[in-house]
């Protein structure tokens, strides 16, 4: 089942929406199947599901699985030299879990009849951890939790429903800090639970590089264990590289904000700052293997004159080329054939 994805404009023959926008043309045919598929109306054509795939491809709509059973499904908890009962505690006894002991200075050691614990000889980092989970586990599917994460009840559901559509490759949840937030919450916190790196935002768009999510962390991810596996000689942005890895296959990697986890965040500036240091240093290796998906800035003539202006002169030169840049814009869209006022 389809629904319109946020902030899609349907014109007379065009849909125009999407993470990055874009702007799509279809017959009087076309338009009459994307509006019935657009209302929720289920279609066994093989038109309406080619169409069907082109707008969730596009980011113009959203696909919203059926209720069907549940998939069994095995939860791989890489660990080290950290106390991971919190984390098994929140995960249940639902499904099985394996444990794996990425070379802990003490050995992790649990009695729970659920729960397999996998030690490896030497720390190899959390990509060959998780690696080694997907190769213990018996399910085609594999939910990896860090150990600093804390599930709720039924969360897996949502998620394991996405993969009754064959392309989907991965799914993640919205991953929020667990540090307390609110009036009486300290600096530190309210940084945090609004600004926190894992926490993708609240809208279930496209992911892929160049939207809005490029990413999903492996915080919190369900994998389909034949699709997926970790670039073990990365310690950081081992996630990324498996995403956009799979969306360059052609796999569809699913946010699903519906869902959320909490992800506990460093108690001080200073290990906010070395956490944020370690993510930043994943942008060199990401960028020689994936040149195209890692853009650091995209900007013509007139929106960098805009940007220009608008850091360094007077109000209204920066107000006359901005207004120049969205002129020149709506301009491009409305003989495209867009509206007025959304163009």
Same mark, same amino acid.
Do not use: K
């Given at each position: 089942?389809?629904?319109?994805?946020?902030?899609?404009?349907?014109?007379?023959?065009?849909?125009?929406?999407?993470?990055?926008?874009?702007?799509?043309?279809?017959?009087?045919?076309?338009?009459?199947?994307?509006?019935?598929?657009?209302?929720?109306?289920?279609?066994?054509?093989?038109?309406?599901?080619?169409?069907?795939?082109?707008?969730?491809?596009?980011?113009?709509?959203?696909?919203?699985?059926?209720?069907?059973?549940?998939?069994?499904?095995?939860?791989?908890?890489?660990?080290?030299?950290?106390?991971?009962?919190?984390?098994?505690?929140?995960?249940?006894?639902?499904?099985?879990?394996?444990?794996?002991?990425?070379?802990?200075?003490?050995?992790?050691?649990?009695?729970?009849?659920?729960?397999?614990?996998?030690?490896?000889?030497?720390?190899?980092? !959390?990509? $060959? *951890?998780?690696?080694?989970?997907? /190769? @213990? +586990?018996?399910? #085609?599917?594999?939910?990896? =939790?860090?150990? %600093? &994460?804390?599930?709720?009840?039924?969360?897996?559901?949502?998620?394991?429903?996405?993969?009754?559509?064959?392309?989907?490759?991965?799914?993640?949840?919205?991953?929020?800090?667990?540090?307390?937030?609110?009036?009486?919450?300290?600096?530190?916190?309210?940084?945090?639970?609004?600004?926190?790196?894992?926490?993708?935002?609240?809208?279930?768009?496209?992911?892929?590089?160049?939207?809005?999510?490029?990413?999903? !962390?492996? $915080? *919190?991810?369900?994998?389909?264990? /034949? @699709? +997926?596996?970790? #670039?073990?000689?990365?310690? =950081?942005?081992? %996630? &990324?590289?498996?995403?956009?890895?799979?969306?360059?296959?052609?796999?569809?990697?699913?946010?699903?904000?519906?869902?959320?986890?909490?992800?506990?965040?460093?108690?001080?500036?200073?290990?906010?700052?070395?956490?944020?240091?370690?993510?930043?240093?994943?942008?060199?290796?990401?960028?020689?293997?994936?040149?195209?998906?890692?853009?650091?800035?995209?900007?013509?003539?007139?929106?960098?004159?805009?940007?220009?202006? $608008? *850091?360094?002169?007077?109000?209204?030169? @920066?107000?006359?080329?901005?207004?120049?840049?969205?002129?020149?814009?709506?301009?491009?869209?409305?003989?495209?054939?867009?509206?007025?006022?959304?163009?």
């Amino acid at each position: 089942m389809l629904r319109p994805a946020r902030g899609l404009v349907a014109g007379d023959g065009l849909l125009f929406g999407g993470a990055p926008p874009r702007l799509l043309r279809l017959t009087a045919g076309g338009s009459a199947v994307a509006r019935s598929l657009l209302a929720g109306e289920p279609s066994d054509s093989d038109a309406a599901r080619v169409l069907g795939r082109r707008l969730v491809d596009a980011g113009l709509a959203r696909s919203y699985p059926p209720a069907t059973g549940r998939p069994p499904v095995t939860v791989v908890v890489p660990v080290r030299d950290r106390d991971v009962s919190g984390c098994l505690d929140a995960l249940g006894d639902r499904d099985p879990v394996v444990v794996v002991d990425d070379g802990s200075r003490v050995p992790v050691s649990l009695e729970r009849p659920h729960v397999t614990v996998l030690r490896l000889a030497r720390s190899t980092g !959390p990509a $060959a *951890a998780r690696n080694a989970g997907l /190769d @213990a +586990a018996a399910t #085609d599917l594999v939910a990896c =939790v860090d150990s %600093d &994460v804390e599930v709720t009840a039924g969360w897996l559901d949502p998620l394991l429903a996405h993969f009754a559509d064959p392309v989907v490759a991965a799914v993640a949840p919205r991953v929020r800090p667990l540090a307390p937030a609110g009036p009486r919450a300290t600096v530190l916190a309210r940084y945090l639970a609004g600004r926190s790196p894992l926490d993708l935002g609240p809208d279930d768009v496209v992911v892929r590089p160049g939207s809005s999510v490029a990413y999903v !962390p492996s $915080a *919190a991810i369900v994998l389909r264990r /034949d @699709a +997926a596996r970790f #670039d073990e000689r990365l310690r =950081v942005g081992e %996630d &990324v590289d498996l995403v956009w890895r799979l969306v360059a296959a052609g796999r569809t990697v699913r946010y699903e904000p519906s869902v959320s986890v909490a992800h506990r965040e460093p108690d001080s500036w200073a290990g906010v700052l070395r956490r944020r240091h370690a993510y930043g240093r994943s942008a060199g290796p990401l960028a020689a293997r994936h040149p195209q998906a890692l853009t650091h800035l995209q900007a013509g003539p007139l929106r960098l004159g805009a940007a220009v202006a $608008a *850091a360094g002169a007077p109000p209204a030169v @920066a107000t006359v080329v901005a207004a120049g840049v969205t002129a020149a814009t709506t301009r491009r869209l409305r003989a495209a054939g867009l509206p007025r006022r959304p163009a």
